[in-house]
């Protein structure tokens, strides 16, 4: 038998084999029948490619279609399994309500889907599957495949995203002059604040809602100063669509898509069906399956992976069905809208759930787990067009390389010295909303208010909160997974890394809204300097969940300067002094006493409270009572404002400010955040995200009508902010352009006492002699 010549390129073109790229490549050997590196131009290069037909012995063939057809079986018994291995759980004196919302009632419908779906995934000769494994291996189709990957490991932004911001930056410029109505020319470019605007999970909720938020800022002129955005689950659809052919990166464009193909339900598999059955759909919806399922062996297949194929099913395919692009089927071709600094940057974000079980050296194994399920924490992975990276490894690799195999920070080449193609879209948006993938007690916390009024509820309420500890490790439906970049890497990764990072072959990765619903952390990362955050909350209680109070750990951990400590909705629990207060009441004699000691107790809070305000430069407000804000709710839209002081001890954080009033910026100068809660308004009737069922996190349909009614709350809630969202930009931008004036007066002053000290001050001429007279 005739042996095959392969050839890969060792260089590393960005989109396609373009003349200027192939001119002189160099080529290295990956057969030994190769004796040496040739050097060819484009043309001649194309014609080998075009030529070379990489064989398979058809003994080998055939055992991986039986390996292939055995994962799908595998799948399907594994879909099969997690409703009953939930009603397992001794739920059982409440019935199936609590299982049904665990499972819901697309996933019951899933072994039927796989057993359909083995007809299109069979790799029999001249089949669909076939189609796309050849195509996987076409370097005209997937460049990447013939690059070589590496880790890199380093805390800095990666050199794409720091072109990124350079480019970036000329755009938010002229979009900031426009937005704040000053000359262009006026303005200096180290004054343009860094603006972040993020949408949380939720959903479809989220989906929409943060669609029409985007929309808002657009028309006000705010999203074109923006220079990165941020999703968890549906804001990481959000995104998907506005860099995709669908969404023109238009959000007039998306909301319409959205009407035309939510009426359906999400997930729903019998509807995917027709599109998986026919062209060009079909191909463009299964091609990440099929590379996973064969060029992955080892990579566990289950209900996520389905789940991002229905996704892309809805939301990547037009109406009509047939106009779809295979450019939004990979996130780093998204770079085509940010290279150039056009649009934001998008950020994605997942986590992976470590529970530290091997690392723990207690005498017995009961212990150990329990000490492991305690000290059990979230890691979060980032995704842009540009690299996928992790704050906790430290390391990263490019986002074209995502999918294929690593070892020592190296990427593992094929036997044919192919690498597998980025991984598909699809089954990154599964990732991102896989929030049934959430641990029982996340699923016990959305479904309590709906099942409070059941016979037996108050018992298994108490034994439910009694076994949180374990509820909060268990994961009913098991994540997806994705080839571990970090594998072998003990001596190059930070100590603090866990252990079973450098040992798992796969990452398994969910839902970011499992540990924040808000996509902050990423915006803090050291870099990106971010100094204005508008967060878009349409979480499912945006009251009761307090993302941003959650945020407050995690800049404290990370020494974070400049965060809000303490933004977010105000305690509903009494505060210490509030007990004291009412502890004091409670042993007067007589009602006229008790009163005289409560206006007693607070006007010594009171004067205490003033004093501390009067230190921190907090003028013309009353002082807050105890330690507590007296409001229960926040507005449409809040804001509050960090500084870079440090914390004079660990009880005491430094102080932030909610902004009422421009003036009160005075001294903060650290990041603003511009808080958009998605609640009621009045000046749009009838719908309440908390209590209008099809705003459920876990209604997949919603109708057009039900569309614009979250489109008109959402653009109605920002129009309550957007003055108040134009004054913060324009108080930070004042903020950093009097901080470099005076930077720059006090550089020229410096300059000026050492002419001085070397006696070169006034001089003009060689006549100068650094004199009086001169």
């Not at 108490?462 to 970090?486: G, S």
């Not at 629990?573 to 000691?597: F, G, I, N, R, S």
């Not at 003033?610 to 230190?615: H, W």
Request: aromatic share 8%; hydrophobic share 35%; with cysteine.
């Amino acid at each position: 038998m005739p042996k095959t010549t392969i050839f890969r390129l060792s260089s590393q073109p960005r989109f396609e084999l373009t003349a200027p790229d192939l001119l002189k490549i160099g080529l290295e050997k990956l057969e030994s029948s190769v004796d040496e590196i040739t050097w060819m131009g484009e043309a001649e290069f194309r014609s080998i490619v075009e030529s070379t037909v990489i064989l398979t012995p058809p003994a080998q063939e055939a055992e991986l279609h039986q390996d292939r057809q055995a994962t799908l079986e595998s799948a399907t018994r594994q879909v099969s399994s997690v409703a009953d291995s939930v009603t397992s759980l001794k739920f059982s004196s409440i019935g199936d309500t609590i299982t049904d919302y665990i499972v819901p009632k697309w996933v019951k419908m899933m072994p039927d889907f796989i057993t359909k779906l083995q007809n299109e995934l069979s790799m029999a000769p001249g089949s669909l599957a076939e189609e796309i494994w050849n195509e996987a291996h076409n370097p005209e189709i997937n460049p990447e495949i013939v690059w070589d990957a590496s880790v890199r490991v380093s805390r800095e932004l990666c050199t794409e995203e720091k072109d990124f911001l350079r480019k970036r930056k000329v755009r938010t410029t002229a979009a900031l002059a426009r937005y704040l109505d000053i000359p262009e020319s006026d303005i200096h470019p180290e004054d343009v604040p860094v603006i972040a605007m993020c949408g949380s999970g939720g959903g479809l909720r989220a989906l929409v809602a943060g669609t029409s938020s985007f929309l808002s800022a657009q028309e006000a002129g705010l999203f074109d100063c923006v220079t990165y955005t941020a999703g968890v689950s549906g804001s990481c659809w959000l995104q998907t669509i506005y860099y995709s052919s669908i969404g023109q990166q238009n959000h007039h464009h998306m909301i319409r898509h959205l009407k035309n193909r939510l009426g359906v339900h999400l997930a729903l598999p019998p509807a995917a069906l027709a599109l998986l059955g026919s062209a060009p759909t079909n191909k463009f919806l299964l091609s990440g399956l099929v590379e996973k399922l064969k060029g992955v062996p080892d990579a566990d297949f289950g209900i996520v992976d389905l789940y991002g194929v229905l996704l892309a099913a809805r939301l990547l395919v037009p109406k009509g069905d047939l106009n779809v692009d295979d450019y939004d089927l990979k996130i780093s071709n998204q770079r085509k809208y940010t290279d150039l600094g056009a649009h934001p940057l998008p950020i994605y974000t997942a986590v992976r759930h470590e529970i530290p079980l091997k690392e723990q050296v207690e005498s017995s194994p009961a212990e150990a787990a329990r000490k492991a399920k305690r000290e059990a924490w979230f890691q979060w992975f980032e995704f842009s067009p540009y690299e996928f990276w992790c704050e906790e490894l430290e390391a990263g690799i490019p986002t074209w390389a995502i999918g294929r195999t690593f070892n020592h920070g190296r990427n593992v080449w094929h036997e044919n010295g192919l690498a597998l193609p980025e991984i598909r879209v699809p089954l990154m948006m599964g990732i991102w909303g896989s929030a049934f993938c959430a641990t029982l007690s996340h699923y016990y916390k959305e479904i309590r208010p709906l099942v409070k009024g059941l016979a037996g509820f108050g018992g298994i309420d108490q034994l439910i909160v009694e076994r949180e500890d374990d509820l909060v490790k268990l994961h009913p439906i098991d994540p997806a997974t994705i080839p571990n970049f970090a594998l072998g890497m003990e001596d190059q990764l930070p100590l603090s890394c866990p252990q079973s990072i450098h040992s798992a072959t796969h990452l398994q990765l969910m839902d970011a809204g499992m540990s924040n619903n808000l996509p902050i952390y990423p915006l803090l990362r050291p870099g990106r300097d971010v100094d204005v955050l508008i967060a878009f909350d349409a979480s499912a209680d945006v009251k009761a969940d307090n993302w941003l109070k959650v945020a407050d750990s995690y800049a404290r951990q990370r020494g974070i300067k400049g965060w809000p400590i303490g933004a977010g909705w105000p305690s509903q629990e009494p505060t210490k002094d509030e007990v004291v207060l009412e502890l004091d009441a409670a042993q007067a004699a007589t009602p006229k006493e008790a009163a005289d000691k409560l206006v007693q107790s607070t006007e010594r809070s009171r004067d205490v409270d003033e004093r501390t305000a009067s230190k921190l430069g907090i003028r013309n407000q009353q002082a807050p009572q105890g330690n507590r804000d007296t409001s229960k709710d926040l507005s449409f839209c809040t804001v509050w404002v960090g500084t870079t002081e440090e914390r004079r001890s660990e009880e005491e954080p430094p102080p932030s400010k909610r902004i009422e009033e421009d003036w009160q910026f005075t001294g903060c100068d650290g990041i603003a955040l511009i808080y958009f809660p998605f609640v009621p308004n009045p000046k749009v009737e009838g719908v309440d995200p908390a209590k209008s069922e099809f705003m459920s996190t876990w209604n997949m349909v919603y109708t057009p009508e039900q569309i614009d009614k979250v489109v008109a709350l959402a653009r109605a809630n920002f129009e309550e902010g957007k003055d108040q969202t134009k004054r913060t930009v324009k108080a930070v931008y004042e903020r950093k352009k009097t901080k470099r004036e005076e930077r720059e007066k006090e550089e020229k002053a410096m300059r000026r006492r050492m002419k001085l000290r070397m006696g070169t001050a006034g001089r003009k001429g060689t006549g100068d002699h650094g004199d009086h007279f001169s």
